[in-house]
T-cell receptor
Framework: DTGVSQNPRHKITKRGQNVTFRCDPI?????LYWYRQTLGQGPEFLTY????????KSRLLSDRFSAERPKGSFSTLEIQRTEQGDSAMYLC???????????FGDGTRLSIL | GQNIDQPTEMTATEGAIVQINCTYQ??????LFWYQQHAGEAPTFLSY????GLEEKGRFSSFLSRSKGYSYLLLKELQMKDSASYLC????????????FGTGTQLKVEL
């Protein structure tokens, strides 16, 4: 069990730039979730995939955010025209199905200068 | 999470027992999870309750009362390594097909 892998671990960029993060879930997991976490808060749901289908998106997810899971395996999360408020830890998790324990990756910490 | 309440901080002594409470709005409830998160690390799954009662797993136990919208995580024989944030998360709040997390309880274990 190699666990959920996320890359990069850290990303520092200037405001206005685009960034892309990658998540590789546990291989037999068909559900993949993206969360955002800021200091002192719990993870906040962004979106999730069942295989390659994106089934739900948070209302908090602005149109600057887009996520894909083209072959039902790895996923990417892209943020366009980054803003200061996007600074956070972006966590990916995977599970075997509805209402099953989610296993988290170590996250990508995004810092906007 | 605005629909989940848990204490912000707790302090306990090594070797003791501590209970971390979590209350939630019951609308849409379909299961409750507890996660442990050390600073700078990913949350790790501890326990899952969907029916009323106590689930025991080693030093950790979790209790659920669906009618009261209440859960607790019980940690026994506390060790220094148990110092971490403990996150309560509810599946299905408000009818959504997702997990909603509380803000976490920061537990500090002292000698």
């Amino acid at each position: 069990d190699t666990g959920v892998s996320q890359n990069p671990r850290h990303k520092i960029t200037k405001r206005g730039q685009n960034v892309t993060f990658r998540c590789d879930p546990i291989s037999e997991h068909n559900r993949l979730y993206w969360y955002r976490q800021t200091l002192g808060q719990g993870p906040e749901f962004l979106t999730y995939f069942q295989n390659e289908a994106q089934l739900e998106k948070s209302r908090l997810l602005s149109d600057r955010f887009s996520a894909e899971r083209p072959k039902g395996s790895f996923s990417t999360l892209e943020i366009q025209r980054t803003e200061q408020g996007d600074s956070a830890m972006y966590l990916c998790a995977s599970s075997t199905g509805t209402n099953q324990p989610q296993h988290f990756g170590d996250g990508t910490r995004l810092s906007i200068l | 999470g605005q629909n989940i309440d848990q204490p912000t901080e707790m302090t306990a002594t090594e070797g003791a027992i501590v209970q971390i409470n979590c209350t939630y709005q019951t609308s849409g409830f379909n299961g409750l999870f507890w996660y442990q998160q050390h600073a700078g690390e990913a949350p790790t799954f501890l326990s899952y309750n969907v029916l009323d009662g106590l689930e025991e797993k080693g030093r950790f136990s979790s209790f659920l009362s669906r009618s009261k919208g209440y859960s607790y995580l019980l940690l026994k024989e506390l060790q220094m390594k148990d110092s971490a944030s403990y996150l309560c998360a509810v599946w299905g709040l408000g009818g959504g097909n997702k997990l909603t997390f509380g803000t976490g309880t920061q537990l500090k274990v002292e000698l």
